[in-house]
């Protein structure tokens, strides 16, 4: 196992009673099983004997022909082999139900039905089972049957529509957003699944749809059209109506992002100014004739924040307590004194390539915080280790299913 060494192994991490069977690959439930295993649940992440997760092969740079995807999503859980098609393999699936607290699954409706893991043969065996679905349409609806990727439900749920430039088709927001919110929200569901079996001491099916998740996150746009006639557009690097809120030039070509649209904080910004008769201007003394005139306003921070450096700007700002901030990326991100004072960038080591840095987990609980304990695992590294160890099977038995190809 690739572990991290360090004086916090031995503490109890908060989710390490319960146990996650993970099926599915790429990302929406992986990402879930992630989450999960972040807070210590023992994820145990089953895969196709012959090709594995393709998450094993997905990402832009590939050092050694090695995903750097992998090692992220799948950090912190157990790979083991079974073929889900072959009834050896789905019995297998069964004995491990039998042990465990979720199973967290994202195949297109009906996959599980015709493997004979439908919910209600998997309850019989284990009544307070967990069954955590996600997938692009939920399991009901006409739609249930499409395939669906998360880039299809971020079309359909909003967000794709109200991203990018104006004068542009709808952009994507440059990571899988759709896949990832749908992980989260069954991440949440099944821990109040869990949290409900504790009173009830029955499971349930948790559904999540990529799609209605993306709706989740789309704030008052139902309603801005049935009740005030609107529909939202794209908009760019703003938000219309909620200014000043944007990126703003500064003397050594960099970019500033300030956000002072709140009426206390534009008379703060308006002393860093040095123009605090700007607060008082019937154009931008309120919310809403700031956003009336948002143009103009952006023009006259513009032509301010010309005049400095950036360092010298961001000093300005924050004497003021206007909040600011810079565009990141991975380099500034590794260099700000911030991420490393709350150890937001972590190293684990990977038996190929070495030192392995990776976001560290949030939320950040006081009592009982998550903790990354490996990297991504080998193609049925823990095989042997979760059927001999939890379902007893001897190593002839073992040796013969992986003979058969059933692991």
């Known amino acids: 196992m690739n572990s991290v060494a360090d004086d916090e192994s031995q503490e109890r991490l908060p989710l390490q009673d319960l146990r996650v069977i993970e099926m599915g690959q790429l ?21 196709d004997p012959n090709r594995g997760d393709p998450m094993r092969q997905w990402g832009r740079e590939k050092p050694h022909g090695l995903s750097l995807w992998w090692p992220v999503v799948a950090r912190g859980k157990r790979s083991v082999t079974i073929d889900l098609r072959n009834e050896e393999g789905q019995e297998l699936v069964r004995s491990l139900v039998a042990q465990s607290d979720i199973l967290l699954e994202n195949f297109r409706p009906g996959t599980l039905e015709r493997w004979g893991l439908d919910y209600h043969t998997l309850a019989e065996i284990n009544p307070g089972l967990i069954l955590v679905r996600v997938t692009g349409y939920g399991q009901t609806g006409p739609y249930a049957g ?19 430039n104006p004068e542009a088709p709808p952009s994507r927001a440059g990571i899988s957003i759709g896949d990832s919110l749908a992980a989260i929200f069954a991440a949440l ?4 699944a869990v949290h409900n079996r504790s009173v ?3 499971g349930q099916v948790v559904d999540t749809a990529i799609y209605e998740a993306v709706l989740s996150m789309m704030e008052s746009l139902i309603p801005e059209y049935t009740l005030g006639h609107y529909i939202r557009e794209r908009t760019g690097a703003i938000l219309p109506n909620v200014a000043p809120s944007n990126i703003y030039p500064t003397k050594d070509g960099l970019l500033l992002l300030i956000a002072a649209n709140q009426d206390s904080v534009f008379g703060r910004l308006a002393l860093a100014m040095g123009q605090p008769e700007l607060a008082d201007d019937p154009r931008f003394a309120t919310h809403g004739a700031r956003g009336a ?9 513009a032509e301010w924040t010309r005049r ?21 990326r991975a380099p500034e991100m590794l260099a700000d004194p911030h991420f490393m004072a709350r150890q937001d960038i972590i190293s684990l080591e990977h038996p190929t390539l070495g030192a392995f840095q990776m976001h560290n987990v949030a939320p950040r609980l ?10 991504g695992p080998e193609l049925g590294e823990h095989t042997v280790e979760v059927l001999g160890g939890l379902l007893g099977l001897s190593g002839d038995a073992i040796a013969s299913l992986r003979q058969r190809g059933v692991i």
Request: with cysteine; net charge negative.
């Open 293 to 301: 005139n948002q143009v103009v306003l952006d023009e006259l921070i």
């Open 27 to 47: 990302l929406a439930g992986p990402f879930c099983g992630q989450l999960l295993a972040d807070f210590g649940a023992d994820v145990i992440k089953v895969e």
């Open 146 to 164: 499409r395939a669906g990727f998360g880039s299809i439900g971020e079309a359909m749920g909003g967000i794709r529509y109200v991203t990018g």
């Open 308 to 328: 400095y450096d950036t360092a010298e700007l961001e000093e300005l700002l924050q004497a003021h307590g206007v909040p600011e901030g810079k565009i990141y």
């Open 366 to 375: 006081s009592a009982t915080p998550g903790r990354v304990r490996w990297v």
């Open 189 to 192: 569901g099944a821990l109040v």
């Open 200 to 202: 009830t001491g029955k």
